[in-house]
Nanobody, 123 residues
Framework: VQLQASGGGLVQTGGSLRLSCAASGRTFSRGHMGWFRQAPGKGREFVAAISWSGAVRYDAASVRGRFTIHRDNAKNTVYLQMNSLKPEDTAVYYC?????????????????WGQGTQVTVSS
């Protein structure tokens, strides 16, 4: 599976961005998908995940109510809609795919990673 993340940029506090992750290669529609982020000097942290069917979704407490993950299996794409952005959301955002059983939230359980897209929120 190859993953291509896009949609990052510079936005002011309170603004919105929508990240996209286009998948190619092995069957995307049967894979769980996740978004992670990594700020300078910090580890890669979980943001949100969605099951292959879209029926199950998890998100981190820090983004709950502001970020929404969804997917379009017909387009082999997963999205992260980010609203009410804060300076602490500034990070490189990565999408990841997992071909396993349960929907994972740990980065160690994901098999494939995209290259990352920078999100910068100015105060």
């Amino acid at each position: 599976v190859q993953l291509q993340a896009s949609g990052g940029g510079l936005v002011q506090t309170g603004g919105s961005l929508r990240l996209s992750c286009a998948a190619s290669g092995r069957t995307f529609s049967r894979g769980h998908m996740g978004w992670f982020r990594q700020a300078p000097g910090k580890g890669r942290e979980f943001v949100a995940a969605i099951s292959w069917s879209g029926a199950v979704r998890y998100d981190a407490a820090s983004v709950r109510g502001r970020f929404t993950i969804h997917r379009d299996n017909a387009k082999n794409t997963v999205y992260l809609q980010m609203n009410s952005l804060k300076p602490e959301d500034t990070a490189v955002y990565y999408c990841a795919a997992d071909q396993g059983g349960n929907l994972p939230v740990s980065r160690y359980e994901y098999d494939y990673w995209g290259q990352g897209t920078q999100v910068t929120v100015s105060s």
